[in-house]
């Protein structure tokens, strides 16, 4: 099991950015693909973005590519989630996650199920 710790939400106006944080720890890090999923209000869990174990396969929704970029440093066990020209649908909780399988052949999932370790979220919220 992996504990994530997630930082760098707030408060934040239509157009502007933020760098969210989700810190590893508790195993392999390195090992396991790493996902940003958010819960806007009253709606369920959505895919953000995906990163794949080695860092080198990315996926992002339709609705943020361009937008926003996920990133990993392996050596901080640490995954980042850049955003920017944020957009009042873009508020939400949003969640890091680790993958359950390590060194997944097919590179990111975008699947809650395939995601065993989550963190307690961060709160991001755009103002028109």
């Known amino acids: 099991q992996v504990q994530l710790v997630e930082s760098g939400g707030g408060l934040v106006q239509a157009g502007g950015s933020l760098r969210l944080s989700c810190a590893a720890s508790g195993r392999t890090f390195s090992s396991y693909g790493m996902a940003w999923f958010r819960q806007p209000p009253g709606k369920a869990y959505e895919f953000v973005a995906g990163i794949s174990w080695g860092g080198g396969t990315t996926f992002y929704t339709d609705s943020v590519k361009g937008r926003f970029t996920i990133s990993r440093d392996n050596a901080k066990n640490t995954v980042y989630l850049l955003m920017n020209s944020l957009k009042p649908e873009d508020t939400a909780v949003y969640y890091c996650?680790?993958?359950?399988?390590?060194?997944?052949?097919?590179?990111?999932?975008?699947?809650?199920?395939?995601?065993?370790?989550w963190g307690q979220g961060t709160q991001v919220t755009v103002s028109s």
């Open positions: 996650a680790a993958d359950r399988s390590q060194y997944r052949v097919s590179g990111v999932s975008t699947t809650t199920s395939d995601f065993g370790s």
